[in-house]
């Protein structure tokens, strides 16, 4: 059982358009993540979301925005890809508190 | 402002040798401690964590040495393997909880050679 699970695992787009990754977490975890890791692997933190708050890392360009349906999922929407944006992102999970988290196995964006 | 700086950047060592990675952070709220591994193509996976009130946690050949006065902590790898053969990312959790996420330091590439 595949405890966090982004789809897809790799996306390769044009400049311009939209596009969404998805996550799901089996967990039962009630705080959930998104993080870019860059070419030089660097992680950093772009929104944390529990079932009362969304936090927003104030470096995230507007055109990101995280959407949840329910708890077990956390969805990423990226309009007007630029090549910037080409990178590996991971959904994460944990429970209140960010103890323990859980990554899923990442979706690396190509944009071209 | 990059809150906790990771040493070294890359690492070789020797099967059977001990590798040594070092963080040193600034915010003296953070208070918990993470350890991360990353194999190609995976996510990061837990390793091992510690509370700024212990000195020391060791699991298995994995152990955290944690100076709070010196605001350091270190991860150490007794008998290296080649299967250790990773990216490892210390961490640090922000008093704010979940909703601060963790910060990340940059990453030791690390190569245990046969």
């Known amino acids: 059982d595949t405890a966090v699970s982004q789809t897809p695992k790799y996306l390769v787009t044009q400049m311009g358009n939209d596009k969404s990754i998805k996550c799901e977490q089996n967990l039962g975890h009630d705080t959930m993540y998104w993080y870019k890791q860059d070419s030089k692997k660097f992680l950093k933190i772009m929104f944390s979301y529990n079932n009362k708050e969304l936090i927003i890392n104030e470096t995230v360009p507007n055109r990101f925005s995280p959407k949840s349906p329910d708890k077990a999922h956390l969805n990423l929407h990226i309009n007007s890809l630029e090549l910037g944006d080409s990178a590996v992102y991971f959904c994460a999970s944990s429970l209140a508190g960010g103890y323990g988290y859980t990554f899923g196995s990442g979706t690396r964006l190509t944009v071209v | 402002q990059q809150q906790v700086k990771q040493s070294p950047q890359s690492l070789i060592v020797q099967k059977g040798g001990i590798s040594i990675i070092n963080c040193a952070y600034e915010n003296t709220a953070f208070d918990y401690f993470p350890w991360y591994q990353q194999f190609p193509g995976k996510g990061p996976a837990l390793l091992i964590a510690i509370r700024p009130d212990v000195s020391e946690k060791k699991e298995g050949r994995f152990t955290i040495s944690f100076n709070k006065s010196a605001k350091q902590f270190s991860l150490h790898i007794m008998d290296s393997q080649p299967g250790d053969s990773a990216t490892y990312f210390c961490?640090?959790?922000?008093?704010?909880?979940?909703?601060?996420?963790?910060?990340f330091g940059k990453g030791t590439h690390l190569i245990i050679q046969p």
């Open positions: 961490a640090a959790r922000s008093p704010g909880g979940g909703a601060d996420g963790l910060t």
